[in-house]
């Protein structure tokens, strides 16, 4: 259905207008809206901070770097391209997300490259029935062929399919290879990429080992050549006119020659076999180490992004790769040696023999390419779905969904929809082998037309009398090498160029992960955290259409309790996300000590939090452990243990343990235990009372615990914030909130209300309608 409804009255208000139309200037203005120089941009081709962006596009007569057809979203973190319909090229279309406030610019906006259409032009009459566009996100950026194609194409063909269960978030393609994927000019110029790669890896990794497989391959290279060209005199030897005991007693040190140097050649190999082995999963080790510690470094928004992460399962795929690589290097560097030194005899002996090489190699060359540039393709188009059928999979293994899987009979629902998913894999499987199947004919008819032809022409030579008979036969015994080692190349080319695509990804990935990383090098928070204020923050979840925060103004000071409260959705623990940085704001400011998140070292800003979030990670650790990761940059306190154990009650839970401090807490792990909900919170609040930092925030604290232990934990909170720590609460008992120094009530992102509880109460308000009607609750049982 488009978005929004044609006949929505509010739309009318915020439909796009002349004045909306994106100039480039606009683009310069949206500086306004909180941008700053560093926040990264995205355009086609392009990766590239605001400024650098900004300044491009600012430069009179500058080809911008957009396309029609491709939208823009903007907000404080990122510009994004999206695919567009073609009908809304060239102007703001309804799919603009509504703007948060009446006063003009949106703090989050979609728009349209303006290139071609003037000012005051672009806007429609009527606001178009588009759809929805679908989000290239970050592959927009990264795959340049998506965008060039976007250009020219129609709206992608699958945006309209929804799915059973994943409705719209379910999308793959049968899209060919890109171009820049399949040609044989391409797998060349990315093969020395590939290659740097992993030898820079390789370096870090094991250097010894590298130089061991470098070395052996190098000798293995002047073994093979001396080999070749020994024969030919082996040859010219044994069909000469001399008596036979003379040619034994000159052949004799020759045939030595030839023996000793293909067991130089057999020892090489062996040690680039062993090295390579040794080498290889090192790298692949360095390479996984490498993305998972971008990974973590990654800002929260991002690592909600689904094509961040289909592309970070890719990435994974690829560090594995690495290994790989580094034995089809060896292997492709193998065979190289052997074509070079059949080339080498072939130039030796006549020079028109070797284009008949190339023209062999040529078709094999291409039919690889091409069949690796399909297989890789489709890798990262079906990654979704990959994912999504691993998810059913583990539904349908995994302990935590096993009850209800079992008691409301989900087990066959999930086999239908993992059997019609994973048909869909196997049938993309299928048809990518029917493509190999015919490249790979098609390569294998031409390469033999070729092998003919090199034959044909020794043959004429021969005839000609233009080349002798021993000649004839070396040049002979180094194609047939040559065709044997062209085979082997030929199948290690494809294993390196399809493993190398995905390597290549898994450092285009690092590379995002890295410019997607909260910034280390901003501000430091400079103890104590006096305050902490909020000034018309707005914020909207990447791809939502409504904000989830819109204009909210608080303020917190050191030694205060503050309660948010409000219904389900009204923007709660949202608003506790961005007060402690883990998300930026779309507009407005989140400001500690009166500096904006955005400018400050996040690092230093968390040091300060301590924080129980709604849905607290269960660490399938042991119990020590789940206590003791709330500071894990230091050794384990006993003294801070055991306080943080008694201050929320976790103590009782380990002491009721097997195993006490040391029990595991993961059932699907040998001598694994579970806790009960409340028994895991409080755990989830010992962590976060070990970290001990002065800003402590709790999301639903005790929504599982019992009426006893929920008294002492908040009399404990009392008692911290008496002795200065900033306490930010998120509950929905507010016979629990009554003593917070203030509480803010929102609603729809919006704080509604705002003071003490008795102020509150006295106002008749909202707060107090929500007090009464618990109140009334609790003394009707
Ligand atoms: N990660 C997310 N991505 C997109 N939208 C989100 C995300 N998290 C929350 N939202 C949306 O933001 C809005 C506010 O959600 P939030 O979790 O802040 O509510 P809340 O007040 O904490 O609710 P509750 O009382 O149920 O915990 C909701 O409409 C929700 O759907
Ligand atoms: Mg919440």
């Known amino acids: 259905m488009p978005w929004p409804p044609p006949n929505d009255s509010d739309q009318d208000q915020n439909r796009p207008s002349a004045r909306h139309s994106l100039h480039i200037s606009r683009i310069l203005e949206m500086t306004a809206l909180g941008l700053t120089g560093r926040d990264r941009v995205a355009?086609?081709?392009?990766?590239?901070?605001?400024?650098e962006c900004a300044g491009d596009i600012s430069k009179p007569g500058r080809k911008v770097p957009m396309q029609k057809g491709l939208l823009i979203w903007v907000n404080s973190t990122s510009i994004r391209g999206w695919r567009a319909p073609r009908a809304s090229a060239g102007r703001l279309t309804s799919a603009m997300p509504r703007p948060p406030t009446a006063s003009g610019w949106p703090a989050t906006a979609m728009v349209v490259s303006m290139r071609a259409t003037p000012r005051g032009r672009g806007a429609p009459s009527a606001a178009p029935a588009v759809t929805p566009a679908e989000p290239l996100a970050s592959r927009a950026f990264a795959d340049k062929t998506v965008v060039r194609r976007a250009s020219h194409r129609q709206a992608p063909t699958r945006s309209a399919e929804t799915d059973p269960l994943f409705g719209r978030g379910f999308r793959f393609s049968y899209d060919p290879p890109s171009s820049a994927d399949a040609s044989t000019r391409a797998a060349l110029r990315k093969l020395p990429s590939i290659i740097g790669i992993t030898l820079r890896l390789g370096y870090r990794a094991d250097p010894a080992a590298l130089a061991a497989v470098a070395v052996s391959q190098l000798v293995m290279g002047v073994a093979t050549s001396a080999t070749y060209l020994t024969a030919q005199r082996l040859l010219t030897g044994l069909f000469s006119a001399a008596p036979a005991d003379e040619k034994i007693h000159s052949l004799l040190p020759v045939a030595a020659f030839v023996a000793g140097a293909m067991a130089i050649r057999g020892l090489c190999e062996a040690v680039a076999v062993a090295a390579s082995g040794r080498l290889g999963p090192?790298?692949?080790?360095?390479?996984?180490?490498?993305?998972?510690?971008?990974?973590?470094?990654?800002e929260q928004v991002t690592m909600e992004d689904a094509d961040f992460h289909n592309r970070l399962s890719t990435a994974r795929q690829g560090a594995d790769a690495t290994a790989r690589v580094t034995q089809s290097t060896v292997g492709l560097c193998g065979g190289a040696v052997s074509i070079l030194a059949a080339l080498w005899v072939l130039v030796a002996l006549n020079p028109l023999l070797t284009p008949l090489l190339f023209v062999a190699l040529a078709p094999r060359a291409w039919g690889v390419a091409r069949t690796a540039g399909a297989r890789h393709a489709s890798t990262k188009r079906w990654m979704e779905l990959a994912r999504q059928v691993?998810?059913?999979?583990?539904?349908?293994?995994?302990?935590?969904?096993?009850?209800?899987v079992r008691a409301?009979?989900?087990?066959?629902?999930?086999?239908?929809?993992?059997?019609?998913?994973?048909?869909?894999?196997?049938?993309?499987?299928?048809?990518?082998?029917?493509?190999?199947?015919?490249?790979?004919?098609?390569?294998?008819?031409?390469?033999?037309?070729?092998?003919?032809?090199?034959?044909?022409?020794?043959?004429?030579?021969?005839?000609?009398?233009?080349?002798?008979?021993?000649?004839?036969?070396?040049?002979?015994?180094?194609?047939?090498?040559?065709?044997?080692?062209?085979?082997?190349f030929v199948m290690q080319f494809q294993q390196l160029y399809q493993d190398g695509l995905l390597t290549?990804?898994?450092?285009?990935?690092?590379?995002?992960?890295?410019?997607?990383?909260?910034p280390v090098r901003a501000r430091p928070l400079i103890p104590p955290v006096e305050t902490i204020s909020t000034h018309g923050l707005h914020f909207t979840y990447p791809g939502a259409r409504t904000p989830a925060l819109d204009g909210v103004d608080i303020d917190i000071q050191r030694g205060q309790v503050v309660a948010l409260v409000g219904e389900n959705g009204s923007g709660k623990?949202?608003?506790?996300?961005?007060?402690?940085?883990?998300?930026?704001?779309?507009?407005?400011?989140?400001?500690?000590?009166?500096?904006?998140?955005?400018?400050?070292?996040?690092d230093t800003l968390w040091e300060q939090v301590s924080l129980v979030s709604q849905d607290f990670v269960q660490w399938p650790f042991t119990a020590l452990a789940n206590i003791v990761v709330g500071r894990s940059d230091r050794p384990a306190e006993g003294r801070r243990l055991t306080n943080a154990a008694r201050s929320t009650g976790a103590d009782v839970v380990v002491d009721r343990l097997d195993d006490g401090w040391s029990t595991l807490l993961a059932r699907e792990f040998f001598g694994g235990t579970n806790l009960s909900g409340g028994q895991w919170q409080r755990l989830g609040l010992a962590r976060a009372w070990y970290r001990g930092a002065p800003v402590l925030v709790v999301d639903e604290p005790t929504s599982a615990?019992?009426?006893?232990?929920?008294?002492?934990?908040?009399?404990?909170i009392t008692e911290l914030a008496a002795n200065g720590t900033m306490v930010i609460?998120?509950?929905?008992?507010?016979?629990?909130?009554?003593?917070?120094?203030?509480?803010?009530?929102?609603?729809?992102?919006?704080?509604v209300e705002r003071g003490t509880h008795a102020a509150l109460m006295s106002t008749n308000g909202r707060y107090a309608a929500m007090y009464r009607l618990q109140a009334e609750q609790f003394l009707a049982t």
């Open 408 to 488: 409301h009979r989900v087990g066959g629902f999930l086999l239908a929809h993992y059997r019609r998913l994973a048909t869909l894999s196997a049938d993309e499987q299928a048809r990518l082998a029917r493509g190999e199947a015919f490249t790979r004919s098609l390569a294998g008819a031409l390469s033999g037309l070729a092998a003919l032809a090199t034959y044909g022409v020794l043959l004429l030579l021969v005839i000609d009398g233009r080349t002798t008979f021993a000649t004839a036969g070396t040049a002979a015994f180094a194609i047939r090498s040559s065709m044997m080692s062209l085979t082997g």
């Open 282 to 298: 090192r790298i692949a080790q360095m390479a996984q180490l490498t993305l998972l510690e971008q990974a973590v470094r990654v």
């Open 504 to 518: 290549i990804e898994w450092r285009e990935v690092c590379g995002h992960a890295r410019a997607e990383a909260v």
């Open 729 to 751: 609460l998120i509950t929905h008992r507010l016979a629990s909130v009554a003593r917070a120094d203030r509480i803010y009530v929102l609603d729809a992102g919006q704080v």
């Open 573 to 602: 623990s949202t608003l506790a996300k961005l007060l402690t940085g883990l998300y930026l704001p779309s507009s407005g400011s989140v400001r500690w000590n009166g500096v904006p998140t955005t400018e400050l070292d996040r």
């Open 705 to 716: 615990l019992d009426p006893a232990a929920e008294i002492d934990v908040f009399n404990k």
């Open 390 to 404: 691993d998810l059913l999979a583990q539904l349908m293994t995994h302990h935590e969904s096993a009850e209800e």
């Open 43 to 51: 355009l086609p081709g392009r990766h590239c901070s605001f400024s």
